[in-house]
């Protein structure tokens, strides 16, 4: 897999257990989350998933479920979130912490059958984090791992 991605997709949840709305741009507020998304503060203040660990998954099930059930706020292509926990994604020019991997849940299987254990193995069910810096991101923005800095 290349070092730099590309932002495919952006999801605004607008509240808790609702619709995720698919969304062109939006801006991202550092210590916060997305506005407009349910979820703000805290270390879960966006959530990720790679195509790549989408096509996994769903290479598992029978027909072909959308990446919207997973529920994620942006997914991502080109870049691996596996075993990411304390590494910074950039998106666009917005900084994200990756905290840990997201757990498929029983939203999943509500959404699809068979989803919540195809999203189960190898973080397939993407990442959890951060905003670290603020900014608009956009569908089509690069996404690559920041370098950290020698101590």
Do not use: F
């Not at 801006?27 to 503060?41: I, M, P, V, W």
């Not at 919207?68 to 870049?79: D, F, T, Y």
């Amino acid at each position: 897999m290349s070092t730099t991605g590309r932002l495919e997709s952006i999801w605004i949840k607008r509240a808790k257990r609702g619709p995720m709305d698919a969304v062109e741009a939006a801006r991202a507020n550092a210590g916060s989350g997305l506005e407009g998304n349910a979820d703000q503060g805290g270390k879960r203040q966006v959530t990720l998933l790679s195509v790549e660990g989408w096509a996994d998954a769903v290479a598992t099930v029978e027909g072909e479920p959308d990446p919207i059930l997973r529920r994620a706020n942006l997914l991502v292509s080109g870049v691996d979130l596996v075993e990411t926990r304390g590494k910074t994604l950039r998106v666009g020019k917005v900084e994200i912490r990756i905290y840990g991997e997201t757990r498929p849940c029983r939203r999943m299987e509500e959404g699809h059958t068979g989803l919540r254990a195809a999203l189960d193995p190898e973080w397939r069910a993407g990442a959890y984090g951060e905003i670290l810096s603020d900014g608009e991101i956009k569908l089509g923005d690069e996404v690559r791992w920041v370098e950290s800095s020698p101590e």
